[in-house]
């Protein structure tokens, strides 16, 4: 009955790989983000889609890529990692945006060596 | 830019206290203050979401008032419990998009039993 969830929970890879998270939400929201919490715990939003609607926050490189399959899903696609990448990600989900209540995934912790 | 200051960074009370956690944001210009919790190596659990409209929310033993004009808003947590040991984040959103949301550190908590 998990609401958000995203696999895998752990990633470790090596710089210069490209590798993908996954995200699902089975609450009917509209729009999904992508976050990021770095080894200081500061949390930052990187994306918002919404109905094909991408958002990005202007600071994240172009490196990293949302791909939505269907309204329920929206992955993570990270090429030629760094290892300024390692964070814990996070998928989250809203009714319809940030007017709206988020709710979190458990995360994917990023390990880049 | 909005700038969200949230103090004390870390909070450590006996067991039975009622306490506060507090929130401060620079640009009164907002559209809603979200409370999360955070456990140890798991995603944030929303709280309570207050819309700009609003003076306070409640849930449980959770109360969240919200001062526009003065750029603050309060958690108050009645009757602690261990369980409520958590990192309290708050995050305020001033639209925009994804750029218009900005998060607090975080005040960790600690519930002495």
């Known amino acids: 009955d998990t609401a958000v969830s995203q696999t895998p929970k752990y990633l470790v890879t090596q710089m210069g790989n490209d590798k993908s998270i996954k995200c699902e939400q089975n609450?009917?929201?509209?729009?999904m983000y992508w976050y990021k919490q770095d080894s200081k715990k500061f949390l930052k939003i990187m994306f918002s889609?919404?109905?094909?609607?991408?958002?990005i926050n202007e600071t994240v490189p172009n490196r990293f890529s949302p791909k939505s399959p269907d309204k329920a899903h929206l992955n993570l696609h990270i090429n030629s990692l760094e290892l300024g990448d390692s964070a814990v990600y996070f998928c989250?989900?809203?009714?319809?945006?940030?007017?709206?209540?988020?709710?979190f995934g458990p995360g994917t912790r990023l390990t880049v060596l | 830019k909005q700038e969200v200051t949230q103090i004390p960074a870390a909070l450590s009370v006996p067991e039975g206290e009622n306490l506060v956690l507090n929130c401060s944001f620079t640009?009164?210009?907002?559209?809603?203050l979200q409370w999360f919790r955070q456990d140890p190596g798991k995603g944030l659990t929303s709280l309570l979401l207050?819309?700009?409209?609003?003076r306070e929310q409640t849930s449980g033993r959770l109360n969240a008032s919200l001062d526009k004009s003065s750029g603050r808003s309060t958690l108050y947590i009645a009757a602690s419990q261990p369980g409520d040991s958590a990192t309290y984040l708050c995050?305020?959103?001033?639209?925009?998009?994804?750029?218009?949301?900005?998060f607090g550190k975080g005040t960790h908590l600690i519930i002495q039993p």
């Open positions: 989250a989900s809203s009714q319809a945006s940030l007017y709206n209540e988020q709710f």
């Open positions: 609450l009917g929201h509209d729009t």
């Open positions: 889609y919404n109905n094909k609607e991408l958002i």
């Open positions: 640009d009164s210009a907002i559209y809603n």
């Open positions: 207050i819309q700009s409209s609003q």
């Open positions: 995050a305020v959103y001033s639209g925009g998009g994804a750029d218009g949301l900005t």
